[in-house]
């Protein structure tokens, strides 16, 4: 019999915010196996109440700060509504990503715009829906946002996105401090912000500096922000005026594969407090809005991805379990959305909890590719046809990120679970949805 550690990640992800009844699965009191019958598998879960036991998490350790939830971690209007009902701001990367800020009820001002390679026709949009900030991420854009201020005779809120000049080492995905395609080099910040200063259509606000994601070191994180506040210091020393926003961006991470652990909050915390009182000493500092726009710390954990077993065989001494969900639903669990190396998201065999490991299963999906692999060689328990694998750490990059359309099955349905009772949110697709988009030649 293969031992699974009885303190798997997927055990102690289960322990933290879900329950077990006669060894299946609950969210919120909700048995999986009863939801599976009702909406069918695929599916994806997503518990309310795990999404604001996060988000007050968040709140106790960065106190000071603004939260700004990051919508691309998972657009699914309830997780919006959720966090804008609870006072947050949404960080949006495209005008489809404003849309669904602004059809949540978030208001306008409350959306920070960043990302790179805005049009004229996304920044026009942007703008006349009146967000709060573009961030923006070169010097041309920061001509064009003024040229279409100018065009509309307004003026454009504008914060400055920098690529710090040295990397931080520790986040999965570095996004600074190397050549990228995000933010102003620092070394180009004094031209960016003489720009700036000659421009009267934009209203310049601060600065943004987000160098990674999925950091579950707290020194990293801490050394980040710091580095951040050096730069904003520097940018209002050289404009010789007060900056109103410092946004620090997202990049908190959740253990997500075996060995991982927790974030450190009570170490971010004490770390911030210090930074915060450095920055409120500083005259051209003091005053300004310090914000964080995390999308996966605040998501991830509260989604399940559920599929069922569709077929168990074996190829040349394997296991392969194969089921009617993969990496077209969840394109991370398979490892092909940047991991170099394949490690298993957290699994487990969700109506059968209380079972031992009984072999090491390689977990497949239906697409004729071996790229479509959920879990390698995973301990999990002797399954049939029927059972019910789970993928947790789902909620953040997983049905938003994954290409939905490889191969033609129809897309999973979201199911919200609030206080213990379920939503559908997003009807599954179907096979007609394939034809709808495309143009008869006839
Ligand atoms: C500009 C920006 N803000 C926030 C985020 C959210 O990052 P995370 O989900 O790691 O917190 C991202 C992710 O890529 C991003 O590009």
């Given at each position: 019999m293969i031992q699974r550690s009885p303190d798997s990640l997927a055990d102690r992800l289960i322990h933290r915010w879900f329950g077990r009844r006669q060894g299946e699965l609950t969210i919120e009191g909700l048995g999986v196996r009863e939801l599976a019958a009702r909406y069918g598998t695929p599916l994806f879960l997503y518990s309310a109440e795990v999404a604001r036991r996060k988000l007050q998490q968040l709140r106790e350790a960065f106190s000071n700060l603004e939260v700004y939830y990051s919508v691309k971690a998972n657009p699914a209007a309830a997780y919006l509504r959720c966090f804008v009902q609870q006072s947050c701001g949404l960080e949006a990367a495209s005008p489809g990503e404003i849309h669904q800020a602004l059809a949540s009820g978030?208001?306008?001002?409350?959306i920070v715009y960043a990302g790179p390679g805005k049009t004229e026709e996304d920044l026009e949009y942007a703008l006349a829906q009146g967000v709060g900030a573009i961030h923006a991420e070169s010097l041309g854009e920061l001509r064009r946002v003024a040229a279409i201020a100018g065009r509309r005779e307004v003026r454009a809120p504008v914060a400055v996105r920098v690529n710090p000049d040295a990397a931080v080492q520790g986040g999965a995905m570095r996004m600074g401090g190397k050549p990228t395609p995000f933010g102003i080099d620092e070394e180009q910040l004094p031209t960016a912000l003489d720009f700036i200063k000659s421009a009267p259509t934009l209203d310049f606000l601060g600065v943004h500096v987000f160098s990674g994601t999925q950091i579950l070191d707290a020194a990293v994180l801490l050394s980040q922000y710091r580095r951040a506040a050096a730069i904003a210091i520097r940018a209002a020393e050289h404009l010789g005026a007060r900056l109103r926003s410092l946004d620090f961006g997202g990049g908190l991470g959740v253990p997500i594969f075996a060995a991982e652990q927790e974030l450190d909050l009570a170490a971010v915390r004490q770390g911030l407090g210090d930074l915060s009182r450095e920055l409120r000493r500083h005259p051209l500092l003091a005053s300004a809005r310090c914000m964080i726009e995390p999308g996966r710390f605040l998501v991830s954990e509260s989604g399940v991805y559920a599929a069922r077993v569709v077929d168990v065989k074996t190829s040349r001494g394997k296991t392969f379990v194969i089921t009617d969900g993969g990496m077209h639903h969840h394109l991370a669990a398979s490892g092909n959305l940047g991991q170099t190396i394949k490690r298993n998201f957290p699994v487990a065999v969700l109506n059968k909890l209380d079972q031992p490991s009984a072999e090491s299963a390689n977990i497949v999906g239906?697409?004729?590719?071996?790229?479509?692999?959920?879990?390698?060689?995973a301990a999990i328990p002797a399954v049939e046809p029927g059972d019910l694998i789970g993928v947790f750490q789902s909620g953040a990059y997983a049905r938003s990120a994954s290409p939905l359309g490889f191969l033609s099955h129809v897309s999973p349905p979201e199911v919200w679970i609030e206080k213990g009772r379920d939503q559908l949110i997003r009807r599954r697709g179907q096979r007609d949805d394939f034809l709808r988009d495309q143009v008869d030649e006839a």
């Open positions: 978030c208001p306008p001002q409350r239906p697409l004729c590719t071996p790229l479509d692999m959920l879990a390698r060689s």
